[in-house]
């Protein structure tokens, strides 16, 4: 169910990052869009209406930082 599920996200144009991961969410899915209408119309007509989707939830990134090489541990 995952799997399709990360397929069909993977596909929109929109999706930038998609990360599953353990814990109460299966799946977190990084967007870039217009504004806050348009990542409600993503949303409603892409995301909630998916088989196994129970609940989704948004969140606003405000900063992002990123390491692209990381020291040997």
Known sequence: ????ITEHLWGLEE???IFVVSGVDDIL???AVRDTD???DV????VA???GVVDE?????F????KVVISPL
């Open 57 to 61: 939830t948004t969140s606003l990134i």
């Open 43 to 46: 949303v409603v007509a892409e």
């Open 29 to 31: 899915v990084q967007l």
């Open 15 to 17: 999706v930038v990052g």
């Open 63 to 66: 900063e992002h930082r990123r």
């Open 49 to 51: 209406g998916l088989d």
């Open 1 to 4: 169910m995952v799997e399709a």
């Open 38 to 40: 348009h990542l409600r």
